[in-house]
């Protein structure tokens, strides 16, 4: 962690530059593509090709966005990404609706006819047909996508029904190949539009199968060590073939699967709570849930499935000699990773705890910033409680400093809410403010 960024351009900005470059680049070719097509048989009906053209670039967006391609989410973060791919998520509905109301209302005006007729009508197309249940699967799961609906159902469940809206790709690939018009328009259309869904496709097979399980075949990991922490809290160290080969760094995380313990299904998001050293990977749990309760009893020498690493919670951001490392409850296991790198150096640490008993890995933690030189800081209490710690005033108190330092945040997301607007308070430059959330969706 020691090491300080050089270039001018942090790795974030050229992300960003690249994704946005990328979807505007897209969005330009299909804009001329809709040109040189022509006018449907009506105005409406060319009002809705060109929302059906955006449709698809959309769809094709949100593949990429949940393809945990490794240069992206190492910059980016999964937990960014993954909030871009909801709210492009809801701006794909209402394109879809959008581009089917206007269909139908475009053929009912065509054929003099209406809107009611005209939809059972379409439905007897099979081009048109593959659209509609398409677009009906893209509803529903946005139904239960709504926040209010979400919060009430469990994480499997969910899923298990986000995991439709592949079928409903499926099914919109093939009603655009039937779509002559907008598909094969002209031979650089066929081309383009070809080379952009396997690409899409392409990406999403790798980042979210195909590398998974190479890395698992070719690593082998297995569990080699189960310590019990606290009453609640268990670290486990899992071991495999040329762990030192795995591009892992302090302070990202895996999402873990332990087949024969658990359903193969059930998986958890647990930050590396030691920096990686080409022999190991270790994580450290609290019993929240089910799955985490239950790693205390994972049997030493079974296989373990692991995803990732994930996350841009680590030193390739750094802009600054100093760092302030924020970490609340169990969120202090990526800090407790990202001090191990830091061998001598400028650090303070902000450990914030209900009690000094909740203090999750705590002598290792105080081992670590005892041999950078650094300082650490336990609060114990709610935030909020025993003082102002998280407000503008308590972190300008306890580190005068703060603008010139990087911040690195890890926590419960209203610690994380309440540091960050504090960090925007005290006017500390959004580039060296790095935080990280928990959970997938």
């Known amino acids: 962690m020691s090491t300080v960024r050089q270039s001018t351009i942090p790795p974030v900005v050229a992300a960003r530059w690249a994704l946005w470059t990328f979807v505007i680049v897209n969005l330009v070719i299909v804009e001329v593509l809709f040109l040189d097509a022509g006018t449907g048989q009506n105005g409406v009906l060319t009002v809705a090709k060109f929302f059906g053209l955006h449709a698809a670039v959309l769809m094709l967006f949100q593949l990429l966005l949940v393809a ?33 109301v206007l269909v139908v209302l475009g053929f009912a005006r065509l054929d003099d006819a209406s809107m009611t007729k005209t939809f059972f009508a379409l439905a007897g197309v099979p081009a048109s047909l593959l659209g509609m249940l398409a677009a009906a699967i893209v509803v529903a799961v946005a139904a239960v996508s709504a926040r209010y609906v979400r919060q009430r159902l469990r994480y499997e469940t969910w899923h298990g029904l986000h995991l439709l809206l592949y079928l409903a790709l499926g099914l919109a690939f093939v009603h655009q190949l039937q779509e002559t018009t907008t598909f094969s328009s002209s031979a650089f259309a066929k081309t383009y539009w070809w080379a952009l869904w396997l690409f899409a496709f392409g990406a999403l097979l790798t980042g979210r199968i195909i590398m998974p399980v190479w890395r698992n075949a070719y690593h082998r990991f297995r569990v ?87 996350g841009a919670f680590t030193s390739i951001h750094r802009t600054r000699p100093g760092a302030l490392l924020i970490a609340g409850g169990v969120g202090i296991t990526p800090v407790r990773a990202l001090l191990e790198e830091e061998p001598a150096g400028d650090i303070v640490v902000l450990y914030r705890v209900r009690s000094e008993k909740d203090a999750v890995l705590i002598d290792e933690v105080r081992d670590l910033v005892a041999d950078c030189g650094g300082q650490l800081h336990l609060l114990t209490g709610r935030t909020g409680e025993g003082g102002t710690s998280f407000e503008p005033d308590g972190l300008r108190a306890l580190v005068p400093d703060i603008a010139e330092r990087d911040v690195y945040v890890c926590g419960p997301p209203s610690m994380t809410s309440a540091v960050l607007g504090a960090l925007r308070g005290l006017k500390v430059p959004h580039r060296q403010v790095h935080a990280e959330r928990f959970g997938l969706a």
């Open 68 to 100: 945990r391609l490794p240069w992206l989410d190492r910059r980016i973060g999964m937990d960014r990404l993954t909030v871009w791919h909801r709210w492009v998520g809801f701006t794909l509905l209402w394109t879809i609706l959008t581009h089917a």
């Open 224 to 310: 080699a060590e189960v310590v019990a922490e606290s009453d609640d809290v268990v670290s486990v160290r899992v071991t495999g073939r040329h762990l030192d080969r795995l591009p892992a760094r302090a302070g990202q995380f895996c999402i873990w699967r332990f087949p024969g313990h658990d359903h193969w299904w059930l998986a958890n998001p647990f930050s590396l709570s030691a920096a990686p050293d080409g022999r190991t990977l270790r994580l450290t749990a609290k019993a929240v849930g089910s799955t985490s309760a239950g790693l205390r009893h994972v049997p030493v020498g079974s296989r373990a499935f692991v995803e990732g690493p994930y």
